[in-house]
């Protein structure tokens, strides 16, 4: 029932809260599943009784901590695993990640944050989910790392010479050439699909593994490799 009532609570937060969003680091040491800190790539926005998600794995930072890469967490005795140096991790206050999947409707300017991220509180629940609210469908869509539902539609993007996704599908307008894709927050692998609504040209390099030439209409998309950290088009 305590459970319940902290999920009810956060849930009407998230409704009537403007939207923040996590800051995205990763780890740069493997961490074992007995492990009492943790050793991140930037301490960027890092506090004491802030939160920090690696994998499905929800850690919370000491009370002592002030500044540093070592940074000293309590883990959740259910869910403590083994993570490899590398790995994405995502820092923000406690009721910014969730225990439930959210549903139904949604206002993308009134959400509590972006993305949404669902952390089950225990190792039978699965992985963590994260999920977005579509300011074209205005409902919830699956995010990053969370194939429990087909991708839908997100926010349109203009061609620019570095190309943010609002999502895993979305729409491109303009002409502008790419150059350069960038990293939205709690992107770590896997792709996204564009739909050109122009003809705008995609110089290889950078982050890009080739060049290409977008087709209007016809689907457009990119599977992320972390080893080489480059995406690849499939036209």
Same mark, same amino acid.
């Given at each position: 029932?305590?459970?319940?009532?902290?999920?009810?609570? =956060?849930?009407?937060?998230?409704?009537?809260?403007?939207?923040?969003?996590?800051?995205?680091? *990763?780890?740069?040491?493997?961490?074992?599943?007995?492990?009492?800190?943790?050793?991140?790539?930037? /301490?960027?926005?890092?506090?004491?009784?802030?939160?920090?998600?690696?994998?499905? +794995?929800?850690?919370?930072?000491?009370? &002592?901590?002030?500044?540093?890469?070592?940074?000293?967490?309590? $883990?959740?005795? +259910?869910?403590?695993?083994?993570?490899?140096? @590398?790995?994405?991790?995502?820092?923000?206050?406690?009721?910014?990640?969730?225990?439930?999947?959210?549903? %139904?409707?949604?206002?993308a300017a009134?959400?509590?944050?972006?993305?949404?991220?669902?952390?089950?509180?225990?190792?039978? %629940?699965?992985d963590a $989910?994260?999920?977005?609210?579509?300011?074209?469908?205005? $409902?919830?869509?699956? %995010?990053?790392?969370?194939?429990? /539902? #087909?991708?839908?539609?997100?926010?349109?993007? =203009? *061609?620019?010479?570095?190309?943010?996704? *609002?999502?895993?599908?979305?729409?491109?307008? @303009?002409?502008?050439?790419?150059? /350069?894709? %960038?990293?939205?927050?709690?992107?770590?692998?896997?792709?996204?699909?564009?739909?050109?609504? @122009?003809?705008? =040209?995609?110089?290889?390099?950078?982050?890009?593994?080739?060049?290409?030439?977008?087709?209007?209409?016809?689907?457009?998309?990119?599977?992320?490799? #972390?080893?080489?950290?480059?995406? &690849?088009?499939?036209?």
């Amino acid at each position: 029932m305590k459970k319940l009532i902290v999920s009810l609570a =956060a849930f009407a937060s998230l409704l009537a809260a403007q939207s923040n969003t996590q800051t995205q680091t *990763s780890i740069t040491a493997a961490m074992t599943a007995t492990q009492n800190y943790v050793v991140l790539a930037s /301490a960027t926005n890092v506090a004491a009784a802030k939160t920090i998600l690696i994998d499905s +794995e929800l850690m919370v930072v000491g009370k &002592y901590y002030t500044a540093g890469l070592n940074v000293p967490v309590t $883990r959740n005795t +259910e869910k403590k695993s083994v993570h490899a140096s @590398g790995t994405m991790a995502l820092v923000g206050k406690p009721a910014w990640f969730a225990t439930f999947d959210p549903f %139904g409707g949604c206002t993308a300017a009134n959400t509590l944050v972006t993305p949404y991220v669902t952390v089950p509180l225990t190792n039978v %629940g699965g992985d963590a $989910r994260q999920w977005l609210c579509s300011t074209v469908l205005n $409902r919830w869509v699956p %995010g990053w790392n969370n194939d429990y /539902a #087909p991708a839908q539609i997100t926010a349109a993007v =203009a *061609s620019a010479s570095t190309l943010t996704p *609002s999502g895993q599908l979305f729409h491109v307008t @303009g002409t502008t050439t790419v150059t /350069a894709i %960038g990293i939205p927050v709690g992107f770590a692998y896997g792709s996204f699909t564009v739909i050109p609504d @122009g003809v705008f =040209a995609v110089t290889g390099g950078n982050n890009i593994a080739i060049s290409s030439t977008a087709v209007v209409s016809k689907p457009l998309t990119y599977i992320y490799d #972390p080893n080489t950290s480059k995406f &690849y088009p499939s036209y």
